[in-house]
């Protein structure tokens, strides 16, 4: 009995407190089936977000891709987000940014159903140019920065990579 009264503890701690700081916290880039030819938008996300203000993927840090079979056209910032600079390298498949939240930033309301949320911040818009069946992975091989809404770097896990898959249309 006590066992159960400390776990239900920890439980509800953790939701009054949004996990902030936890391992937990990952960027995901998403998964698209992208007919051939066509162009479509991946989103960049933050799953279990805390209180988060600026995202930095750069100068270390790039997400990547194969560009044989998808170009990236843009990135635009979304839910309170904005790209505030981006280098976008086609030719060797490669893109780096920053995006924040000016004036706020995420401060997600807990709930109670102790669900997995994920929020997307970013939409990178992509241009199939591979032939149906060619895939890319789209990894980000580290965030170079990942700040609260005052300045404070948040511990985050490895980020979650996505993949574009070209269909035929």
Same mark, same amino acid.
Request: glycine share 12%; charged share 10%.
């Given at each position: 009995?006590?066992?159960?009264? *400390? @776990?239900?503890?920890? /439980? #509800?701690?953790?939701?009054?407190?949004?996990?902030?700081?936890?391992?937990?916290? =990952? !960027? #995901? *880039? %998403? &998964?698209?089936?992208?007919?051939?030819?066509?162009?479509? #938008?991946? =989103?960049?996300?933050? @799953?279990?977000?805390?209180?988060?203000?600026?995202?930095? !993927?750069?100068? $270390?840090?790039?997400? &990547?891709?194969?560009?044989?079979?998808?170009?990236?056209?843009?990135?635009?910032?979304?839910?309170?987000? &904005? *790209?505030?600079?981006?280098?976008?390298?086609?030719?060797?498949?490669? *893109?780096?940014? $920053?995006?924040?939240?000016?004036?706020?930033?995420?401060?997600?309301? +807990?709930?109670?159903?102790?669900?997995? @949320?994920? /929020?997307?911040?970013?939409?990178? +818009?992509?241009?199939?140019?591979?032939?149906?069946?060619?895939? &890319?992975?789209?990894?980000?091989?580290? #965030?170079?920065?990942?700040?609260?809404?005052?300045?404070?770097?948040?511990? /985050? %896990?490895?980020?979650? +990579?996505?993949?574009?898959? /070209?269909?035929?249309?």
């Amino acid at each position: 009995m006590k066992f159960l009264r *400390v @776990l239900l503890m920890l /439980i #509800v701690l953790g939701a009054l407190t949004g996990c902030e700081g936890s391992y937990r916290t =990952r !960027v #995901v *880039v %998403g &998964t698209l089936d992208l007919p051939a030819g066509g162009a479509g #938008v991946v =989103r960049i996300s933050i @799953l279990n977000p805390p209180d988060a203000k600026m995202i930095q !993927v750069g100068p $270390t840090g790039l997400l &990547t891709f194969n560009p044989s079979v998808i170009q990236v056209i843009s990135l635009t910032g979304v839910n309170g987000f &904005t *790209v505030f600079g981006s280098t976008i390298n086609n030719a060797m498949g490669w *893109v780096q940014f $920053t995006a924040s939240f000016p004036g706020g930033s995420i401060r997600p309301i +807990a709930t109670m159903d102790f669900g997995v @949320l994920e /929020i997307p911040i970013i939409e990178m +818009a992509v241009q199939a140019i591979g032939p149906v069946g060619a895939s &890319t992975a789209l990894t980000i091989t580290a #965030v170079d920065l990942f700040t609260d809404r005052v300045g404070n770097p948040i511990p /985050i %896990g490895p980020p979650i +990579a996505g993949e574009v898959v /070209i269909i035929a249309p």
